[in-house]
């Protein structure tokens, strides 16, 4: 057994087991269906799925796009700001003002006047080249601190200028430091501004900056030390584990939820600006693309269902209904076939047995007539008695040899018009001595002016002859024959009705069928209703039978008036 | 059984089958008619043309002349013969075919020679 053979339902196979087994609608609806629902599923969730993963992309992209162009601009600013800091503390510490400044209250001066434009200043400290704390003015006593082992001192003093990271000082308050060096031709030497500042200012920067389209934004150092409040982190100077690397980066937050944090290296200073940003995933124009796409694709899918389903079904119906038919015709052709088959059979039988039949019969009936003129001699009635009981067998022979050959008669139509009256009266005919010796009485109801019908004259006297010579058989003797005749919805029909025992109701479905008899063993070939029946049908025609045990038989014959030629 | 009208009612049997027509002939002989016989179609026509029986029996299938062109050939011939088609086809068509081309009556063998008498008195009483 193929492997085709097992999946394969019946319905799909050819037509060998035609009408033996049930085929499998049932598998062929199943697999039609899972086939068609995967010929539209696939393609539209590829689709679906497509253009999910591109419109995520998309969005991917423009977010990333938007957070850099935010970035910059924020970098920008900050720098901006930070820059016009880093030139007030230049402007103070003018190249020649060391030794105004070391000496007596202009440092508290400037301070003041400093202050009162900017006030976030905390301190200003001025710095000799060794490191030496000169000047300080400020809320310490810092006056004579050395910081020439800090680092910062010696970037400043290479590079003219240090931006420090936020520390918290002395006073427990977030600060940073803006230091810039200078050399005092007066003086020949460097020395150094120092300028304390509270981390508020980077704060208020922050703050000027930050938009709603952000979710947090703030400055860190390298290292991971917040510098100013994060949504995220908390208060400035928390360790963070950022990992401080300029680029936009997603992350997965525990929740789930992904962000997008975008850090960038603000020049000349210890900072990096970090921007973080709810991922795609929580925008409202996602959200709202995906719960359309996820209905659209539901409501296609549960419509393909249907539509399929239906659609299966009735194909299926379809081809059930396409493989009835041709089962009927099959079945059909098989019992004309076996008709035909039988019919040769019996044609070429009854040919060769009716001619010795024949001789049969005529060398008893000689040597009866011989025998009735014959003197008595010992034996002679039992001689006669054979003799009659040879020419019975002969009898039943000829009857039987009778409708053998009329079983193979002429199959091919030949069509004129017909009056189906006179047609009747025709075949009334050869029955006429028939019915008399049977004392059948004749009632004839045949409606004039009958319309001419186009079939084939022979066949229908055939069929009439049939029928009639039946209700002979079924009277007997003393009864009435009705026929009747008349135009009902186009169509002839001829009622032929008797009065004699009638078919028992288990019987009526089975009389057309060939070899089916109800006469005793002999008498009948179970033919002539089943030729009869095949004659009306390739007529065009219909023939149905009533009958009630006792009162009688009624056969309807109903023959289009025209006859579309096959 | 016997007729005794002086004039015995002619019939000719033509019938391929030897044993059928003879033994057919016998006991029409017996039974006060003269009969003879033919095997075969031309003969029938011949025999009809010169002896001019009152009542033919010809069978429907014959080796030379079937029994349908042998009436058409009577037929012409204006013959006044009644003819009483003998049929092996258990059809009662084929009689009527016989019929339609002026035969008389038909008869399907095996005869019942009652039958066929009450045919041959009929057909010879309605010339």
């Known amino acids: 057994m193929k492997i085709a053979d097992i999946i394969l339902p019946n319905s799909l196979k050819g037509s060998i087991d035609l009408g033996l087994e049930r085929r499998s609608y049932g598998r062929f609806k199943v697999i039609l269906f899972l086939i068609m629902i995967a010929i ?54 003018r190249k020649d003002r060391y030794t105004e400044l070391t000496t007596g209250s202009s440092l508290e001066d400037l301070f003041d006047r400093l202050q009162r434009q900017y006030p976030s200043f905390a301190d200003l400290g001025v710095i000799d080249e060794q490191g030496v704390q000169q000047a300080y003015y400020g809320s310490y006593d810092l006056e004579g601190t050395d910081y020439s082992g800090e680092s910062w001192f010696s970037e400043v003093m290479e590079k003219g200028l240090h931006i420090s990271p936020v520390y918290r000082g002395y006073r427990d308050v977030p600060h940073f430091a803006i230091a810039v060096s200078t050399y005092d031709p007066v003086i020949r030497k460097t020395w150094v ?17 930050k938009t709603e389209a ?54 000349a200073t210890p900072w990096y600006l970090v921007i973080i940003k709810n991922g795609y995933t929580s925008n409202s124009e996602w959200r709202s693309f995906r719960s359309e796409l996820f209905i659209l694709y539901v409501v296609c899918m549960v ?5 399929i389903f239906a659609l299966v079904n009735m194909l299926t119906s379809l081809i059930r209904k396409a493989d009835e038919i041709q089962i009927g015709m099959m079945k059909e052709a098989e019992h004309k076939d076996k008709l035909a088959s039988i019919g040769r059979l019996a044609s070429g039988v009854a040919h060769e047995i009716n001619n010795p039949l024949a001789i049969i019969n005529q060398k008893t009936g000689l040597v009866e007539d011989i025998l009735n003129i014959t003197p008595d001699f010992d034996h002679k009635h039992t001689v006669l008695e054979s003799l009659k009981s040879i020419d019975n067998s002969v009898e039943r022979c000829k009857a039987i040899t009778h409708r053998l050959l009329g079983f193979a008669r002429r ?13 009747i009266r025709e075949v009334l005919k050869f029955l006429e001595k028939e019915m008399m010796y049977s004392r059948i009485e004749l009632d004839l109801q045949l409606q004039d002016n009958l319309p001419n019908i186009y079939s084939d004259r022979l066949q229908i006297q055939q069929v009439l002859l049939n029928i009639i010579n039946n209700a002979i058989d079924a009277i007997g003797k003393d009864g009435t024959i009705s026929i ?27 009389i057309f069928e060939p070899f089916f008899t109800t006469k005793e063993t002999g008498k009948g070939t179970g033919l002539g209703l089943s030729i009869t029946y095949g004659l009306v049908k390739k007529l065009g025609g219909d023939i149905t039978v009533r009958s009630n045990v006792g009162k009688g038989t009624a056969f309807t014959i109903t023959l289009p008036v025209k006859v579309e030629k096959q | 059984m016997t007729n005794n009208t002086s004039k015995k009612i002619r019939v000719l049997i033509a019938d391929d089958e030897f044993d059928f027509a003879s033994t057919l002939q016998t006991r029409l002989n017996l039974r006060d008619f ?24 010809l069978d429907l299938k014959m080796p030379d002349l079937d029994g349908l062109e042998v009436l058409s050939r009577l037929k012409e011939m204006g013959a006044e013969t009644k003819v009483i088609i003998l049929t092996g086809h258990g059809s009662f068509e084929v009689g009527r075919e016989g019929m339609e081309m002026g035969a008389f009556d038909y008869i399907m063998k095996p005869v019942d020679l009652n039958e066929l008498i009450v045919k041959i008195e009929d057909a010879h009483g309605s010339r």
């Open chain 1, 303 to 307: 419509i393909s269902v249907i539509v």
């Open chain 1, 193 to 209: 501004m120092r300028a304390t500042i509270e981390a508020d200012t980077l704060q208020n920067f922050v703050g000027t900056i």
């Open chain 1, 484 to 510: 009747i005749s008349n135009l009902i919805a186009g169509e002839v029909r001829i009622v032929i009705q008797d009065d004699g025992s009638g078919i028992p109701e288990d019987m009526l479905s089975q």
């Open chain 1, 411 to 423: 199959t091919e139509v030949l069509y004129q018009h017909i009056d189906v009256n006179e047609t």
């Open chain 1, 40 to 93: 539209t599923a696939i393609p539209a969730t590829t689709i679906a799925f497509l253009g999910y993963i591109n419109y995520k992309n998309l969005l991917q992209k423009d977010e990333i796009t938007q957070l850099k162009w935010q970035m910059d601009g924020s970098i920008g600013s900050i720098e901006q700001m930070v820059g016009s800091l880093k030139s007030v503390v230049q402007f103070i510490a």
């Open chain 2, 34 to 57: 003269e009969a003879t016989m033919v095997s075969s179609g031309e003969e029938a026509v011949q025999a009809v043309e010169q002896q001019k029986p009152d009542v033919l029996l």
């Open chain 1, 214 to 267: 952000t979710d947090d934004l703030f400055l860190v150092v390298s290292e991971g030390v917040l510098q100013t409040f994060s949504n995220y982190f908390g208060q400035p100077l928390t360790q963070t584990e950022l990992e401080i690397e300029p680029g936009v980066r997603s992350y997965m937050s525990m929740a789930q939820e992904e962000f997008l944090i975008a850090i960038g290296d603000i020049a």
